[in-house]
């Protein structure tokens, strides 16, 4: 959503100067990862991601279930 994207962008702009590359895990269909290389592009941003959705869980431990985030391929986000 945009507010996500939005506490995205103001978390990465505080925290910008720190040094060291980026990680993100869990890329979905890549939106984050092109913004950090956007707002960082002095740094290297490493994605990972299984491509094959969540694994179980149980509702009190995640608020997302197992056929959330299934919707995309590597080829998508490449």
Do not use: C, M
Request: overall charge negative; cysteine-free; glycine content about 8%.
């Amino acid at each position: 959503t945009r507010e996500k994207g939005s506490d995205l962008y103001d978390l990465v702009l505080q925290h910008s100067e720190i040094e060291g590359d980026v990680a993100e895990v869990g890329v979905w269909r890549g939106g984050a990862a092109i913004l950090l290389g956007e707002l960082l592009p002095n740094k290297n941003i490493f994605i990972f991601d299984t491509f094959e959705g969540l694994p179980y869980s149980h509702e009190q431990d995640n608020y997302h279930i197992v056929e959330d985030f299934n919707d995309v391929d590597f080829e998508e986000v490449k």
